[in-house]
């Protein structure tokens, strides 16, 4: 057996028989969920009532405002102003509107002031806006001599069905989903990425400062001891991995039979069981998780694996050259931000382009981009990209890796027996040309 097997079967049996793997591989998933119902729960949680005072001098709007199981609206136009604003200073009411007298609705309409200790927040002051913005417009309409009726019937409220050139129909807020589940899968790797790399940093670091690396030295050769942790870590990531989509692609089938949605089953018996959920349930969450069996899920599993794969060897050679470079994790700090900037960045190319345009430039380009590519693409993915643009992603990914994991190894070889010594930059870039 040659030592890079021997490398990475060590690497790989000392993280998988490690006690907090296997408890974050079947606790992990659990966590998720458990967060996701949790936020759940906060959501639906009420507010404490805020109670809003209305000194309206005209009498006009007072009347128009509805209180809710958020804001309760006080009238108190006939009590003396500074007596409301000084117990808006003490805080016995959230806030104080006060609607001016003026001469006519033009001036009016800048003069309302609402008074309050703290900011109140955009979503309830736009509320209060349209509600006396439609009071002034009737007015408004009324002095014109409009019909104020034949206005509201001839008003339109447009509903655009959405549908595929096949005739399949398409589900409103789809691409929401698809980018969730883009942006899940993208943002997984990038934890994955920065978990293991550190697990490689941090192997390397107490080999070294525990003088072990001198005796492995003697034996092997840097590159091999260096490749040999970085794929021993990458499988065990994909172990956790593969446990991960066996559980969610069974929950996701016990869903599915849930809501009477059968994999494969395009018969009128789906359809009928389709229609017989979405009545039992007041919704289309039938035909939604219809649709999630019909993204190409075998390709985003497949791409998943690759770039992840890609992208851990990739930026595992930065970290393994760092942890040979420096004795502690602290000296480590310096060289990590470069590093995970472009981890970042791939996460807010992929949310704020991606959903907006998939196929456009800035999404393409930045889906080709080795440092940002596992990210994006995968980002992409769910709302199908051309075979040929992943086949290329992935062939920039690795022929990078390729050529950084060379220069990585002239870092570590040099790097992997110096100690005493805080590295820089400067320090780095003469190791290049050892």
Do not use: C
């Amino acid at each position: 057996m040659s030592k890079l097997v021997l490398i990475i079967k060590r690497e790989f049996i000392a993280k998988v028989r490690n006690k907090s793997f296997i408890v974050m591989t079947f606790l992990s998933p659990l966590l998720f969920v458990g967060i996701g119902v949790f936020v759940g729960y906060l959501s639906t949680m009420k507010a404490e009532q805020k109670t809003i005072v209305i000194h309206d001098e005209t009498g006009q709007f007072v009347n128009e405002f509805k209180s809710d199981e958020e804001y309760k609206y006080l009238d108190l136009s006939q009590v003396d102003l500074k007596i409301l604003k000084d117990s808006i200073v003490n805080e016995s009411y959230e806030g104080l509107l006060l609607i001016p007298k003026v001469e006519d609705n033009s001036k009016l309409q800048k003069a309302i002031q609402f008074v309050s200790n703290d900011s109140p927040s955009v979503s309830f002051i736009d509320n209060i806006q349209d509600v006396i913005a439609k009071k002034i417009t009737a007015e408004n309409f009324q002095k014109a001599g409009l019909d104020t009726l034949k206005i509201n019937n001839a008003k339109a409220a447009v509903s655009i069905n959405l549908e595929k050139a096949s005739g399949e129909e398409v589900l409103k807020g789809l691409n929401e989903i698809k980018i969730i589940i883009g942006g899940a899968f993208g943002y997984l790797i990038m934890m994955f990425i920065v978990l293991y790399g550190n697990m490689v940093m941090r192997s390397v670091i107490e080999e070294k400062t525990s003088r072990i690396i001198e005796v492995i030295i003697s034996s092997v050769k840097p590159f091999q001891l260096m490749m040999g942790k970085i794929i021993g870590t990458s499988l065990a990531g994909i172990l956790q991995f593969l446990i991960w989509a066996i559980l969610g692609m069974s929950a996701m089938f016990i869903v599915s039979s849930m809501f009477g949605v059968h994999v494969g089953d395009s018969s009128g018996a789906q359809a009928q069981a389709l229609q017989t959920a979405q009545h039992a349930a007041g919704s289309n969450i039938g035909m939604y998780i219809k649709e999630l069996w019909n993204l190409p899920i075998a390709t985003i599993l497949i791409s998943f694996i690759i770039y992840f794969i890609g992208g851990y060897f990739l930026y595992s050679s930065f970290y393994a050259s760092i942890g040979a470079a420096v004795d502690n994790e602290t000296d480590s700090q310096q060289f990590l931000l470069p590093i995970i900037m472009p981890l970042i960045l791939g996460v807010y190319i992929g949310f704020f382009t991606v959903m907006n345009d998939p196929n456009g430039t800035i999404a393409t380009v930045f889906s080709m981009i080795p440092l940002t590519s596992p990210i994006v693409m995968m980002m992409r993915i769910p709302f199908g990209v051309p075979t040929w643009q992943i086949i290329v992603s992935m062939l920039i990914l690795f022929g990078t890796f390729l050529g950084v994991v060379w220069f990585a190894a002239k870092i570590y070889r040099v790097g992997i027996l110096m100690y005493g010594k805080k590295p820089t930059w400067r320090e780095l870039i003469k190791w290049l040309k050892y």
